[in-house]
């Protein structure tokens, strides 16, 4: 199995609450549910590269075989 940052994971779901928060907003003409959706996706970009680069530490400090 692979060892996967929980912020990698948390990441992905806040990016798709995000898309779907905005595609509400354009179907429904709500500007502000269409802007909270953009900036939930921001978030979530965020936390995904943040657990990127902890697994990439973690994977280098791993010994090698």
Same mark, same amino acid.
């Given at each position: 199995?692979?060892?996967?940052? +929980?912020?990698?994971? =948390? ?5 798709? %609450?995000?898309?779907?928060?905005? *595609?509400?907003? @354009? ?6 549910? +269409?802007?909270?959706? =953009? ?5 979530? %970009?965020?936390?995904?590269?943040? *657990?990127?680069? @902890? ?6 400090? +791993?010994?090698?075989?």
């Amino acid at each position: 199995m692979v060892d996967m940052d +929980k912020e990698r994971i =948390k990441g992905s779901a806040q990016q798709q %609450k995000g898309a779907v928060k905005e *595609g509400l907003g @354009k179907i429904l003409g709500d500007e502000k549910l +269409k802007a909270e959706g =953009k900036m939930d996706k921001a978030e979530g %970009k965020v936390r995904n590269a943040v *657990g990127s680069a @902890k697994d990439a530490v973690r994977d280098m400090s +791993k010994p090698k075989h």
